[in-house]
């Protein structure tokens, strides 16, 4: 390898050479460190997985979902908003139980923040009961569905 203005160069024979322009390779470099960080994200596989979903971050639905026989509590509120993606990738979660009856901000997740997504996903035969802000899916969303 050697250097010839501003550009990497491999010699691999006299007369075949490469050269690569360095500024590119370091940019091509740090937007592939950026990409890796960006799509890596918390399989869900059960119910308790998805109780226990952060509220930053992304997350996937790695299969069906059945949360009947379990009291389920949303995922954040107006105080601890969810800041994190969720793709359902096509997959149902189902059998969502939710009774929060004196609470704001009820749903699976209670509060989407502004440029956050839910996407790819079914919720079927749920029950949510709140006092304010309440859906199945999100009780207060600014984010994109």
Known sequence: MKRVDGKLCI??????????????LFVFGILNLFLIG?????????????QSMALTG?????????CNAVNFNSIGD?????TANLDGRGYN???????ETISNYVGLIGYLSPGYTIENGVLGFNMTQGFQYV????GYNEGII
């Open 11 to 24: 010699s691999r024979y006299k007369e075949f050479k490469i050269c690569k322009n360095l500024r590119f």
């Open 38 to 50: 960006f799509v890596s994200a918390t399989d869900i596989y059960n119910c308790a997985q998805l």
């Open 58 to 66: 992304n997350h996937r639905l790695m299969n069906d979902i059945n």
């Open 78 to 82: 107006n105080n601890n908003q969810f």
């Open 93 to 99: 979660i189902y059998g969502l139980h939710i009774d």
């Open 135 to 138: 859906g199945s899916l999100t």
